[in-house]
């Protein structure tokens, strides 16, 4: 069958491409919209320029892919924001010569903590009054804490409330390479003029000027022309200004002459926060505890956490399986090993003594009713993936069974597991409960 209609086309184009493509999929999607299909184009429209470069730069080819097999004809895909008529890319340029805005990283993607709070209202403050309040804003951090997310928000935030600014966000190498290239090509005065004559500028990664002396000189000229002129200046670096060694004194001191803002790693809490604020932009459902795993599992870098994501659902699609405690420890190679420092054989009695309870006496007794068996095998089954205690330890530990015992025990486990629902789900949330208590 061959669609016409324009919104029965991006429907299904959109459906096509959430299903082969989840990783890159965003819950926005559902807001665009069909502007028209004529002589073999098809232009979708986007809410604002960012999403129009994110689709083209990662999406085009699933689009136009889809496009074609919906319509059964060559088809071209454009994206245009909404209200223009031209496609993204030649607006671009005109538009804000430079600014390429990630619209993932903005304020209400952020998960504020007390890891970050310092930063993020600094940069709400700064992105709402830019030049009056902070200046510079000076953000600091390991790697992967969310700085340069950060300053794309600083810039969504400030593009909004007063469309017209001119911006200039910049890693430091770009500034860098613009300026020996303006040097190169006896082109200083266009280089000063783009970077003097602005409203706010944002540099990511200021350590980059670390032993170029000649990029420190001209940096410290561009500052102090746009301080002097109330400008906003928004910088990133890897370390606080005074650890910043390799740089010239008088840059360091004004990098504190606003405000210095430190990004701390996450919290455990933070990092479940974060694990679902992207899984929900994603548009895709995540079960409770696998958030949990992934936090557990991962501590410092927060990319990290978003590449343990994806790997989950690929992992799922590829098997064609439902996300899982199970498929997720799977997906992440969770080594039993890993998972198991920390976790000791009490503590996974405790929990099942609570759980199902049942007193710890009993689970240790030679007891033989049910309603002690069912929770000791548990006890065995839970042991056994969690913890390194052989067969016959755990034996010991549980009334000085054998190990056939306890192999008989988790065999018993495990079909249960696969065969309802509901024991599945318990036994999920006694384990992420187990890892949490212990992390
Ligand atoms: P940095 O610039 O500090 O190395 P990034 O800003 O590139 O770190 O962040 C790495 C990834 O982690 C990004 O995808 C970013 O969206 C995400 N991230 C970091 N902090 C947060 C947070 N508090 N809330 C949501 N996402 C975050
Ligand atoms: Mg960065």
Redesign the pocket.
Known sequence: MVVQDTTEILDRILERVKSVDPVNTRKWFDELTPVSFDGGVLQIGCQDLSWAQYLQQRCQANFTQAAQSITGHLVAVRFVVSGRESAADTDTAADQRHVLLHP??TFG?????PC?RLAHASCVAVSQNPGMIYNPLFLY??????????LHAVCHGARKQAPNLNIQFHSCEEFVNDFINAIEQGSLPEFQNQYRNIDILII?DVQFLREREQSQEEFFHTFNALYNNRKQIVL?ADSAPQDLAALEERLISRFKWGLVAR?DA?SYE?RVA?VK??SHLRGLELPDNVAELIAQQIKT???E??GALTIIYATSRAADRPITLELAKQALGVQEVTLARGIAMSDIVQSISEQFDVRITDLQSKKRSQSIALPRQVCMYLARSLTRHSLEEIGGHLGGRDHSTVVHACTKIEQLYKDDAAFRDRIDRLTSHIIQSNR
């Not at 993607?109 to 903590?113: A, I, L, M, N, Q």
């Not at 951090?141 to 950060?150: A, M, Q, R, S, Y």
Request: hydrophobic share 30%; net charge positive; glycine share 12%.
């Open positions: 993932d990283y993607s952020f998960v504020v903590g970050n951090g390991n790697v992967g804490l969310g700085k340069t997310h950060l990511d990133t990004l996450p933070t974060i604020k992207k870098n927060i990319r956490l978003e």
